[in-house]
């Protein structure tokens, strides 16, 4: 069942009433009596999933996942040869920021 918002145009009283789908929408102010009453149009309330089981890599079979694994462990043994060279940085930057300037 979702929670509606009211609103009354006659003394400005804003509410939330939780109903069914099926209920016919308030006409009646509780506040001031009028039947000045109106139902707004609201984003609705957003799902939040915790835990794990949401997404499709959770129900994978154990056989791709190990195929993965050896994918992964190859493309990080033919990276782990190459020559990682940092970068020179310059004195006159903050933070020890990469200099983007050429060195003179």
């Given at each position: 069942m979702p929670?509606?918002?009211y609103v009354c145009e006659n003394c400005d009283h804003r509410f939330e009433k939780f109903q069914s789908f099926k209920a016919r929408p308030l006409k009646k102010c509780p506040?001031?009596?009028k039947m000045r009453l109106n139902r707004l149009i609201g984003a609705g309330a957003g799902v939040?999933?915790?835990?794990s089981g949401f997404y499709q890599t959770d129900y994978r079979?154990?056989?791709?996942?190990e195929g993965q694994k050896k994918e992964s462990n190859a493309a990080s043994d033919k990276n782990s040869g190459k020559d990682k060279a940092k970068p020179d940085t310059c004195t006159g930057?903050?933070?020890n920021e990469t200099c983007q300037k050429k060195p003179a």
């Amino acid at each position: 069942m979702p929670t509606y918002e009211y609103v009354c145009e006659n003394c400005d009283h804003r509410f939330e009433k939780f109903q069914s789908f099926k209920a016919r929408p308030l006409k009646k102010c509780p506040e001031c009596g009028k039947m000045r009453l109106n139902r707004l149009i609201g984003a609705g309330a957003g799902v939040i999933f915790k835990g794990s089981g949401f997404y499709q890599t959770d129900y994978r079979s154990d056989s791709y996942k190990e195929g993965q694994k050896k994918e992964s462990n190859a493309a990080s043994d033919k990276n782990s040869g190459k020559d990682k060279a940092k970068p020179d940085t310059c004195t006159g930057c903050t933070n020890n920021e990469t200099c983007q300037k050429k060195p003179a």
